[in-house]
């Protein structure tokens, strides 16, 4: 099926470092979503994104909303530990159904302490 | 407040076997997904339910794959029979139709021997 395109696919960084990764993709999207796994457990939400040039902070993270509405990014400021996890971003297709949701493939982050 | 509960956490079995999975979504959640997540494919939507009505079940791989709602609280993903590469980690969530943000379970992982 559909996914996005998200980069990089992983991350190895220092703690106190940030990060950024992004999604794109080819269609429209009126939803960005943005979730963490961490391992033997389900995705939890991040941050939702739901107008285009949204700019929306959770604590260190930031999530933006692109102008073209085909892609998103996620920043995390000074970098801890427990940021470990593989982070996916997920879009609704602005002519799909709002529930099925496209996937990325996620981005695994390591943080060295 | 209790989350989507899933279970079993853990199913080993062999080929041939029927598997059964089970759902509680979140207390006042009016749509219901079953995901299936690899390492090569991601996260994949099987089925969606709203208000315990199957929308979309496009993601079942095939006839051996079968899901039920039926009540508010309660869901199966039933395999029958199952085969090894149905291995993968079975995922539940849930959300308001309203506003799309899944909420998952903590999933359930399978091995088919």
């Known amino acids: 099926g559909q996914q996005l395109n998200q980069s990089p696919q992983s991350m190895f960084i220092q703690e106190g470092e940030d990060v950024s990764m992004n999604c794109t993709s080819s269609?429209?999207?009126?939803?960005w979503l943005w979730y963490k796994q961490d391992p033997g457990e389900g995705p939890v939400l991040l941050i939702a994104l739901y107008k285009a040039g949204e700019l929306t902070s959770n604590g260190r993270l930031t999530a933006q909303f692109g102008i073209t509405r085909k892609d998103s990014f996620l920043n995390i400021s000074a970098s801890i530990p427990s940021d470990v996890g593989i982070y996916f971003c997920?879009?609704?297709?602005?002519?799909?159904?709002?529930?099925?949701?496209?996937w990325g493939l996620g981005t695994s982050l390591a943080v060295n302490p | 407040d209790a989350g989507v509960i899933q279970s079993p956490r853990h199913e080993v079995t062999e080929m041939g076997q029927e598997v059964t999975l089970r759902c509680k979504p979140i207390?006042?959640?009016?749509?219901l997904f079953w995901y299936r997540q690899t390492m090569m494919r991601g996260l994949e939507l099987l089925i969606y339910f709203n208000n315990n009505v199957p929308i979309d079940d496009s993601g079942m791989p095939e006839d051996r794959f079968s899901a039920k709602m039926p009540n508010a609280s309660f869901s199966t993903l039933k395999i029958q029979p199952s085969e090894p590469r149905d291995s993968a980690v079975y995922f539940c969530?849930?959300?308001?139709?309203?506003?799309?943000?899944?909420?998952f379970g903590e999933g359930s992982r399978l091995t088919v021997l």
């Open positions: 207390s006042g959640h009016n749509s």
């Open positions: 997920a879009g609704a297709p602005n002519a799909g159904n709002n529930r099925k949701l496209i």
């Open positions: 969530a849930s959300s308001l139709f309203e506003t799309g943000e899944l909420f």
């Open positions: 269609s429209i999207f009126n939803t």
